[in-house]
């Protein structure tokens, strides 16, 4: 099994629900597929979905929500199988 990371495409704050008061996009753990939405990323006030970009079980996220993130950066770890 290969271990694949999903990347954020821009720089932002990095969110793992689509709002407040909603779930988590993915939980660790979960199987999930390529064009399952794991994250977002809000740039001046746009929000951004960050595709798994492959099938298989989210591992972990490397990043906490909220968090300021950069373009290319790791955010979340998919172990593919």
């Known amino acids: 099994m290969s271990r694949i990371e999903v990347v954020s495409p821009i720089p932002g704050v990095f969110y793992r629900r689509p709002d407040p008061d909603s779930d988590v996009f993915a939980k660790e753990g979960q199987p999930i ?15 951004h979905p960050v595709p798994a970009g492959a ?13 300021v993130v950069d373009a290319g950066q790791a955010v979340a770890v998919i172990e593919a199988g």
Do not use: I, P, Q, R
Request: charged share 30%; with cysteine; proline share 0%.
């Open 33 to 47: 597929g390529a064009d399952d939405t794991v994250c977002l990323v809000e740039v001046m006030k746009s929000f």
């Open 55 to 67: 099938a298989g079980t989210l591992v972990e996220f490397l990043v906490e929500n909220e968090d």
